[in-house]
């Protein structure tokens, strides 16, 4: 009898990005590639000196798989990485890995991969080629003339803010930027007015932060809405209601540990497709710039395939 095709060794895409936790981790796409080759499969590693060539060469090895069922996509790096991962994969039957050694990492806390731990991460990954796949959602997320996929969430309001500012400091070369943007974006964040449509129906509010989720969390491990799946056909809208900055700042550090689901300022509801609008507002999905709004995001289920 021949063997099962989850079975065989498997032609591994392994994209490594070099910089990713500020190039703390510059051997894990190395170690993670010697796992995988350890274990009977052929690897090919693909470095490029930037994030927009590493993509158009990974997109290259993509369209090259000529069968699907016996290859398999691995992204070394952070949450930006699964954003190249899920972009270049999705609707393609090609499963996506992912060795987390980045600063958010919150699709790998989300799937159960070991943080920081790149031999851990391909050992489970190894095991995990040997069944099938988990088939998940994507959301299809529309901005102008673009489609961009999201596995995680798109974000729209205080936490994209404090991305888009860090995005552009110097200093500090290490997460403690992301810290400075924080304290820094709390001095003169205002909420917008937001004009949105939600399957369908049409509303208008003032927000300190909007995001749609297709899993829990956001920002490395502020976990929005704890009660998302990934698998269930449907997103998750999480609004939270303008209010003073005192009582921002009480509440916001219940987001880490999911207990600010019975705050009265903060909605959470289960949706298939949103559109956002907002004067001078930027999203980020997946932790990477998508632009000013607006833009419309729409669930699309079993779009991914997932080792996990």
Do not use: C
Not at 157 to 171: K, L, P, Q, Y
């Amino acid at each position: 009898m021949p063997p099962s095709p989850t079975k065989r060794p498997r032609r591994l895409i392994v994209a490594i990005n070099p910089t990713a936790a500020f190039g703390r981790h510059h051997g894990a796409g190395a170690a993670a590639a010697e796992a995988l080759a350890a274990a009977g499969h052929t690897v090919i590693e693909v470095r490029q000196p930037n994030y927009e060539l590493l993509r158009r060469e990974v997109e290259r090895e993509v369209r090259a798989v000529t069968a699907p069922e016996s290859a398999a996509l691995i992204v070394v790096g952070g949450d930006g990485m699964v954003s190249l991962g899920v972009n270049a994969v999705a609707e393609t039957g090609i499963p996506l890995g992912v060795v987390p050694v980045g600063t958010g990492n919150d699709t790998a806390r989300n799937i159960g991969m070991p943080l920081g731990d790149p031999a851990a991460a391909a050992a489970l990954i190894v095991t995990a080629l040997e069944s099938e796949p988990a088939v998940v959602d994507a959301g299809r997320v529309v901005h102008g003339v673009h489609t961009t996929w999201m596995l995680g969430a798109l974000s729209a309001g205080f936490d994209a803010a404090v991305n888009e500012r860090a995005n552009f400091m110097s200093w500090p070369n290490s997460e403690r930027r992301y810290t400075i943007a924080v304290v820094r974006e709390l001095l003169t964040f205002r909420a917008p007015h937001y004009r949105v449509v939600v399957d369908g129906q049409q509303r208008e509010f003032d927000a300190m932060l909007v995001a749609v989720a297709n899993h829990t969390s956001i920002g490395g491990g502020m976990k929005i809405a704890p009660s998302a799946a990934m698998d269930d056909g449907l997103l998750d809208l999480f609004v939270v209601d303008r209010m003073s900055r005192p009582r921002f700042l009480r509440i916001f550090p219940k987001v880490f540990r999911g207990e600010h689901t019975n705050e009265p300022e903060v909605h959470l509801e289960k949706v298939r497709s949103v559109r956002i609008e907002a004067p001078a507002v930027v999203a980020y999905a997946d932790g990477e710039r998508i632009g000013p709004l607006p833009v419309e995001v729409t669930v699309v289920p079993g779009a991914v395939r997932l080792l996990r």
